[in-house]
């Protein structure tokens, strides 16, 4: 059972953003920071990755746990109320991040994926995966 009214909880969920999340702005600070430079949300890009860097033919996509599945992750969970509205509703996300992935390597990009859950437990191992991402022809 929710702990929350139907209206409290329609109100938390509406205030979730899709873009500028802090997962994300914590990625984007790491990078500028490491002289990297981007762009953000580049919308004739399959997916509308969250960063895009056209120097390294890279883009990353910076995924909530919950949102978007996260295997073996304690928020990757499919909740326990209207688990039939949410298992069709993430399983198309999954879904729809394969297709834009394949899109993306289609077109000559390289895709890095990143975590919520691993950027904000463990920043510096994320920045060592970018980096190794980014001066790696193949990742």
């Not at 984007?28 to 860097?53: S, T, W």
Request: glycine residues 4%; aromatic residues 10%; charged residues 40%.
């Amino acid at each position: 059972m929710d702990i929350w009214t139907e209206e409290k909880r329609s109100d938390v969920m509406s205030k979730i953003r899709s873009k500028d999340t802090k997962p994300e702005i914590i990625v984007r600070k790491m990078l500028f920071a490491q002289g990297y430079r981007y762009r953000l949300h580049e919308k004739n890009l399959p997916g509308k990755p969250d960063i895009v860097m056209p120097k390294y033919n890279a883009v990353i996509f910076v995924h909530g746990c919950f949102w978007h599945l996260h295997q073996g992750c304690r928020d990757g969970t499919i909740p326990k109320t209207r688990t039939e509205y949410w298992k069709d509703k993430l399983f198309r996300n999954r879904e729809r991040d394969k297709k834009h992935r394949r899109k993306l390597r289609k077109l000559g990009w390289r895709v890095l994926r990143l975590w919520e859950c691993e950027v904000e437990k463990n920043p510096d191992k994320v920045m060592k995966k970018i980096n190794l991402f980014l001066r790696t022809k193949h990742f």
